[in-house]
């Protein structure tokens, strides 16, 4: 059935079914299954893109506060203010588009001027908002982060509530464009059942998925059992909350896989990542950086990540160009780099390091 639907997207289903010999509510019934498995898209059996991305998670309004003398606490501190679209699936969607995919974001904001802000935003950088809902009389996620002189973390504070608002309706009301996509990149800002039902149904469904455990306490989200994940990305952080204990990097990355995910990519800062598959453990040494704002960095790792996956690279070498991008981020005052583009990239690859 799904041949002839390529052979003719705009055949009626009793043409489809005079054509196969079929009675016209199999066939109804068949591209019902299509449409859950995302080989046909909605109306007029449109086809999926070829290589496109879904992110599923977190859109926030980030504001930075950057400090030029050490924090002291418990008094006034001198900082200069920035403020920033954030959150993770939203920054890897981001990047992506700036990266040309073809990509949409699955998320909620509130019915405010910042969510109004956001979804603007979205729509003017490329990516498909379509799957954003708003939740009236709720607020838009925000992100506050105060950075040291070195450009480091001193504290960030999460009002993340609207999150918790995502249910498995809003999941199964956008799966078609879930369900389409050659990879889905969810965030641990998901709840553990929402996590659960997208891992249930991927079975059935065409997609790829990555997942990014985002803090620590987050990552505790993820089931115990990683199967179903394609390719998980955390810090060395995170995998101690998720193994229960301590390891040192490579052999943490190692034993977080050994939970079932497909491959495990694990951050250690400017060092690079450690890359985990059936293979063993690969380190992917860092990109030398003069870093104004280390935030947005991990995200822009994933997204040069996947979309170099997208590209048909192999995972090692993806990583590397992730680290890349990763990089190039440090180096903005901007959660994703305002002159990202794929020559951009391309003129910074020369920053790769050989892989050890």
Not at 14 to 39: C, F, N, P, W, Y
Not at 303 to 325: D, K, N, P, W
Not at 344 to 356: F, I
Request: hydrophobic share 50%; glycine share 10%; net charge negative.
């Amino acid at each position: 059935m799904l041949d002839a639907i390529v052979a003719n997207p705009f055949a009626g289903q009793q043409e489809i079914a005079d054509a196969l010999g079929l009675a016209r509510s199999t066939v109804a019934a068949h591209i019902v299954s299509l449409m859950q498995k995302g080989q046909i898209l909605g109306r007029g059996y449109v086809l999926p893109e070829a290589r496109r991305v879904v992110c599923v998670g977190g859109a926030t309004l980030d504001r930075k506060y950057c400090a030029p003398v050490p924090v002291m606490p418990h008094t006034s501190n001198p900082v200069t203010g920035f403020r920033a679209f954030g959150g993770v699936a939203r920054n890897v969607a981001e990047n992506l588009a700036c990266l040309t995919a073809d990509v949409g974001l699955v998320s909620i904001v509130g019915d405010d001027e910042d969510g109004r802000a956001l979804l603007e935003h979205l729509r003017a950088v490329g990516v498909d908002a379509s799957g954003v809902v708003t939740a009236r009389g709720r607020r838009t996620a925000e992100y506050v982060a105060v950075l040291g002189p070195d450009n480091d973390l001193v504290l960030g504070l999460a009002d993340m509530d609207v999150f918790d608002l995502i249910g498995i309706a809003d999941i199964e009301r956008a799966w078609p464009q879930i369900a389409s996509a050659s990879w889905v990149f969810v965030d641990c800002n998901l709840s553990a059942e929402v996590i659960a039902y997208i891992l249930a149904r991927k079975h059935a469904a065409r997609f790829r998925l990555a997942a990014n455990a985002v803090s620590s306490p987050k990552a505790l989200r993820l089931p115990a059992d990683h199967a179903g994940i394609d390719l998980l990305f955390l810090n060395h952080d995170e995998a101690t909350a998720v193994l229960g204990a301590a390891h040192e990097p490579r052999a943490a990355a190692a034993a977080v896989r050994g939970r079932g995910a497909g491959a495990v990519v694990m951050t250690h800062g400017s060092a690079g990542a450690f890359v985990a598959t059936g293979d063993g453990v690969v380190d992917c040494a860092g990109v030398r950086a003069v870093p104004v704002d280390v935030t947005g960095a991990g995200d822009a790792l994933i997204a040069g990540t996947l979309s170099r996956l997208l590209a048909g690279e192999g995972l090692v070498e993806a990583v590397r160009i992730g680290t890349v991008l990763a990089a190039l981020t440090t180096e903005s005052r901007a959660t994703v780099h305002p002159e990202l583009s794929p020559r951009l990239l391309e003129a910074a690859m020369e920053r790769v390091p050989a892989t050890a």
